[in-house]
């Protein structure tokens, strides 16, 4: 479903839209919106990244009958300018893949694309969305935890490009 993005709430420009029906290539653009969504903020977000995003669109199953995950893209004239998802697992949700391109923060099309993903949770019962995020995304922090969600664990691990912080956020629906 495509629908129109009411000028007044979200987008400076009459033109962009968001679509949530998944399309041939759309694993291509969320990998390309992460490569280029998070080049600046350093080398830990490099080719690793990007497959590791690869892999991880894989593992959704999205497509597949009976799964309730879906992606929403926010887009003019048909170049995606971000994204976000809603990840059927089960019980909850899990919450991926949110990013917006430099040129298109400020316009509030990253809090249209949350909402999207958030309402699609609740449609689905899911007592409980997750994340997993990784330290020194402080933007991303301050929005999850504006919208509710609370940090329920911070580990160490061996993240795509070695050992970082990765954080799990939970939001009770």
């Keep these: 479903m495509s629908r129109k993005i009411?000028?007044?709430?979200?987008?400076?420009e009459p033109d962009i839209r968001l679509r949530s029906e998944w399309r041939a290539g759309d694993a291509e653009r969320v990998v390309d919106l992460h490569r280029r969504g998070y080049a600046h903020e350093g080398a830990g977000f490099g080719p690793a990244f990007a497959v590791y995003v690869g892999q991880t669109i894989e593992e959704a199953g999205l497509g597949r009958p009976?799964?309730?995950?879906?992606?929403?893209?926010?887009?003019?004239?048909?170049?995606?300018?971000?994204?976000?998802?809603?990840?059927?697992r089960g019980t909850r949700g899990q919450l991926r893949w949110v990013v917006l391109l430099p040129e298109a923060r400020g316009a509030g099309l990253g809090k249209a694309l949350f909402r999207a993903a958030m309402d699609h949770a609740a449609a689905q019962g899911w007592p409980e969305v997750y994340l997993e995020t990784t330290g020194g995304l402080e933007a991303s922090m301050q929005?999850?935890?504006?919208?509710?969600?609370?940090?329920?664990?911070?580990?160490?691990?061996?993240?795509?490009?070695?050992?970082?912080?990765?954080?799990?956020?939970?939001?009770?629906?």
């Design 66 to 88: 009976g799964n309730a995950s879906r992606v929403w893209f926010a887009e003019r004239g048909g170049a995606a300018l971000g994204c976000a998802a809603m990840i059927d």
């Design 143 to 173: 929005m999850y935890l504006a919208n509710g969600f609370a940090v329920t664990s911070v580990t160490t691990e061996d993240l795509w490009d070695g050992p970082g912080e990765m954080i799990v956020m939970t939001k009770r629906l």
């Design 6 to 12: 009411p000028q007044r709430e979200y987008a400076p």
